[in-house]
């Protein structure tokens, strides 16, 4: 269901915030709006902008959490949080700062080297196959050198299309999966145009520095030993800073929660709003304005009530009339998976009803109808259900549902993974079951009881829109509109004489049958004209000859739709004897139904393969049912989610 809400404006001395946030709206949840842009045109307001204080200790508190390592931090997870001011965090981590600084300081100078090192020997690294000292190359007086690398691709274009052409010498060094790197030298005169010649090749240049000697091969090595003997200093005082640290890990891991804490509500001021007006007061106070569950928010003004610091006030509903409060769902928990279903869609206005409940259980019913099997229905709610417990998936809690209904679909179909002989069908078989209908003949009865359920169904749908409707006071659209009281009666005529022709009844009279389904198609054909005569709201339409060809085309499109929406759930009877007859397939193969020996090998397998495709198959075709064949006749899902900013921001 849709929680009831209550718009909140809060006040209070500029410099209060963050305790009135700290003490008392931290409990609570609010969605909060910007309140520079609710109150629109007040003279006195201005953007609440300042820096947050926590941020630099929460950087400077990361740095010591990270000394102290992941491992050892596994058994403080779930440590309890405390109310520590600012003041004793930053004692805390000046102290710790202290003891560690020294050792700190060196891992920084260490690793400022290291880093330098790397560099240097990620440039001569790809060029340890030039066997020439770099100093003597450096030297040369009437030779140039390029160091640099070519794409592969471009290389192989080098070497067939331009080598030969250039007045040059290519030294091919190493190569990767992307890269060929090398040296070219060419004389002084040539320059120029060699360089010219590789750069149109995409040659990219690397610079080497002017201080290496001896071969690329030996400064690599020089530089690996060098990196090496870096990493083992970086990693000694690393272990000394951690022993520091790590009888201290409880008190500094309450001290980073505390801090995001605290910087999470510092961010609250993003949405406040500073006032200050000589004329009717002295000091500078701020706002904020949100929604809030109503019952909270009579709580938290209940509560701030004795604080002569902040001021609350909870507006009535008939104030809220111009703005539409955000939508915060609430369901009990064997529903509150299916929210996800509809997230997906849309979430509900305000004023709509929460349709959660219709969507759980229409949806793990038709899933159910659709893939009956005892045995792997079962299966399906064993791992949906460890899913939904072990990870919080809420799809998770879906498959166990719907496999829940697929188990019990399975005992009216008498299916045990595929076998039809181990239990008695309470119902029927799905395959044989079969009814004689007039007109139509032998019929499987599954696809005439799908039908019955879908006429069900778009009958519950029609009385939910008229219902919203009617609760959100736009009586035109209950009576006039194709979902509304027109569609409601133009659907009844057609299933009505539809039934009585298929039971070989009298039909009415021609007259009365022109009323039945005439006079409902014309009023949902002329719904605006008719509503803009009512409401006394100008016409801008093309004409009369342009309102007749909507009209008929409005009429077609009801027709067509009411008609393919009852259609649709033949579907679910569809996927039932689909269901019976991959089994049906897979017991053959397995010799389970010429009286031999069971290849349970190929019973198992099969299983598996029916339960993961036909599965996720029917899951999309039963989601497909509930947006396009349920929900398009009442649902809109236009509103906007409630966000709690008090955790997120």
């Known amino acids: ?135 003597k190359i450096l030297k040369m007086d009437s030779i140039r050198f390029r160091f640099g690398r070519f794409t592969n691709d471009n290389y192989l274009k080098f070497k067939k299309y331009v080598y030969d052409m250039t007045a040059s010498i290519f030294i091919e060094c190493t190569q990767d999966e992307k890269y060929t790197y090398g040296v070219y030298f060419t004389p002084i005169t040539s320059l120029q145009r060699v360089d010219a010649m590789y750069v149109s090749m995409n040659w990219e240049r690397i610079f080497i520095p002017d201080d290496f000697t001896g071969t690329p091969k030996e400064n690599k090595e020089k530089l690996m030993q060098e990196i090496n003997t870096l990493e083992k200093h970086i990693t000694d005082n690393q272990e000394i800073i951690n022993k520091i640290l790590r009888p201290y890990r409880f008190p500094i891991i309450r001290v980073k929660n505390r801090l995001e804490k605290l910087n999470n509500h510092f961010n609250i001021r993003k949405y406040a709003a500073l006032t200050h007006d000589e004329n009717v007061q002295k000091e500078t106070r701020y706002l904020l304005r949100g929604w809030m569950p109503s019952r ?135 395959l044989t079951a079969m009814s004689t209908l007039p007109f139509l003949g032998s019929i499987n009865t599954i696809f005439v009881v799908a039908i019955l359920f879908g006429v069900f169904l778009i009958f519950t749908t029609l009385f939910f829109n008229i219902y919203n409707k009617v609760h959100e006071k736009e009586t035109g659209e209950a009576i006039f509109d194709r979902n509304g009281l027109a569609g409601l009666l133009f659907y009844t005529s057609m299933i009505g004489i539809i039934g009585l022709y298929m039971l070989n009844q009298p039909l009415p009279a021609t007259f009365l049958l022109l009323i039945m389904f005439g006079v409902p198609l014309l009023l949902i054909a002329f719904e605006q004209p008719i509503l803009a005569r009512i409401e006394h709201i100008p016409r801008q339409d093309g004409g009369k000859g342009t309102l007749l060809v909507q009209a008929f085309f409005e009429i077609f499109e009801v027709v067509l739709s009411y008609v393919s929406n009852t259609i649709s759930f033949v579907r679910v009877g569809a996927f039932a004897v689909s269901h019976g007859a991959m089994m049906q397939v897979v017991m053959m193969l397995a010799g389970a139904t010429d009286g031999g020996s069971i290849n349970w090998l190929v019973v198992i397998l099969g299983n598996i393969f029916v339960t993961l495709l036909e599965g996720l198959v029917v899951g999309i075709q039963v989601l497909r049912l509930e947006f396009y064949e349920i929900f398009s006749h009442f649902y809109k899902g236009d509103g906007r989610q409630f966000i709690n900013h008090i955790n997120k921001n």
């Open 1 to 135: 269901m849709i929680t009831k809400m209550k718009m909140l404006t809060i006040s209070g001395p500029k410099d209060d915030i963050d305790r009135m946030v700290d003490v008392y709206l931290s409990k609570y949840q609010i969605h909060l709006e910007n309140a520079l842009t609710e109150l629109y045109g007040a003279k006195t307001l201005r953007p609440y902008v300042s820096s947050s204080p926590f941020k630099e200790y929460l950087e400077r508190i990361n740095i010591l959490i990270d000394y102290i390592g992941p491992d050892a931090l596994e058994d403080v997870q779930n440590v309890e949080e405390n109310n520590a001011t600012l003041e004793t965090i930053q004692h805390l981590i000046k102290q710790l700062e202290k003891d560690t600084n020294p050792y700190h300081q060196k891992v920084v100078q260490y690793q400022t080297v290291k880093d330098k090192k790397q560099e240097s020997l990620d440039l001569v690294k790809p060029f340890e196959n030039l066997d020439y000292p770099l100093e």
């Open 296 to 430: 909270e928010a009579k709580q938290f003004a209940k509560e701030t009530d004795p604080d002569p610091n902040v001021i609350v006030i909870v507006e009535n509903d008939e104030d809220e009339k111009e703005v539409i409060p955000p939508t915060k769902i609430n369901n009990i928990g064997i529903f509150r998976p299916y929210e996800m279903f509809i997230k997906m869609y849309g979430v509900p206005n305000y004023k709509e009803f929460d349709p959660t409940w219709l969507i759980a259980s229409t949806y793990s019913l038709l899933f159910g109808a659709m893939f009956g099997d005892v045995g792997q229905g079962l299966i399906l709610a064993l791992v949906g259900f460890t899913l939904y417990k072990q990870k919080q998936m809420d799809l998770g809690g879906i498959i166990g549902l719907a496999g829940m209904f697929s188990a019990l679909f399975g005992v009216l179909y008498g299916s045990v993974f595929g076998f039809e002989e181990i239990i008695p069908a309470l119902w029927l078989h799905p």
